[in-house]
């Protein structure tokens, strides 16, 4: 990809202004701020565009604001997902390069490359990029019935959601699935199918997302990660999670293959 320089803001610079500090944002009403680097008293200060939304520049200072340093896990309702995944990136990089002031290999300062995301090593030459945690989302079909499960983090709002997990060293993106439903559910799955992905900044996960559908087993829940898990009928959901996120559309997704199923087996 082709970058543009960090640089030292004149003032009159314009666009969208990202300033992220310890994976949150600057978002004073809720929203992105829009105007000069001037009006936000952020001329003198460092700054580097990383894209464009809304046809403006997407700067990014890595700066803690005094007020309206937040998550930015709102944004998820914002019906264009370009801004979650732009602001995903900002609070991502800021990260990462707050985490990579050393090299790992011979503790000599870093720099960042005028030419591509990462940090440079002038004294041994390595490069270190941005991490990103491949992990596996997955919704269960059986029949007219989803596997929902409630996690251990989410036990307290009571909300059900599909099976996740992370990629391991030396696995493809299948056997994840594969071995993560097992692992959490004892049951076992066929006909996985890929869905869709959503890069998911809590902190640093890109989410690949799957159908399948049940082949043998029964329930028997992993305590260190679930609650609870069950089959659901597709009209009796328990709480799900909200729209814009990944999870929701595979709900979605097995709800109509739920709904077909019964339509085949009414005759
Ligand atoms: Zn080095």
New binding site residues.
């Given amino acids: 990809m082709n970058i543009e320089k960090q640089r030292y803001l004149q003032g009159d610079e314009k666009g969208y202004w990202f300033v992220s500090y310890q994976g949150k944002l600057w978002l004073p009403d809720g929203e992105i701020p829009a105007g000069t680097a001037a009006d936000f008293g952020f001329s003198g200060l460092l700054a580097q565009p990383i894209g464009e939304w809304q046809g403006q520049t997407a700067w990014l200072i890595s700066k803690e604001m005094a007020k309206s340093m937040n998550s930015i896990r709102p944004l998820l309702r914002n019906t264009d997902p370009s801004l979650f995944y732009m602001a995903g990136r900002a609070v991502q990089l800021s990260e990462f390069y707050r985490s990579h002031k050393y090299?790992g290999?011979?503790g000599?300062e870093m720099s960042i490359s005028q030419v591509e995301w990462c940090c440079l090593?002038h004294?041994?030459h390595?490069r270190y990029y941005p991490q990103i945690s491949p992990s596996i989302i997955v919704a269960i079909r059986h029949q007219n019935k989803i596997l929902l499960a409630k996690h251990q983090r989410h036990n307290r709002e009571n909300l059900y959601t599909v099976l996740a997990g992370f990629t391991e060293i030396g696995e493809t993106m299948e056997m994840t699935v594969v071995r993560e439903v097992f692992e959490e559910t004892q049951i076992k799955i066929k006909n996985i199918r890929y869905v869709t992905s959503q890069p998911w900044p809590f902190p640093n996960s890109m989410m690949m997302a799957y159908l399948a559908e049940y082949e043998s087993g029964e329930i028997t829940i992993d305590n260190n990660e679930l609650v609870q898990a069950d089959w659901f009928h597709y009209t009796e959901l328990p709480k799900i999670p909200e729209y814009g996120t990944v999870a929701r559309r595979l709900i979605e997704d097995t709800i109509v293959l739920c709904r077909e199923y019964d339509e085949h087996h009414q005759a």
């Fill in positions: 090299c290999y011979c000599h090593c004294h041994c390595q």
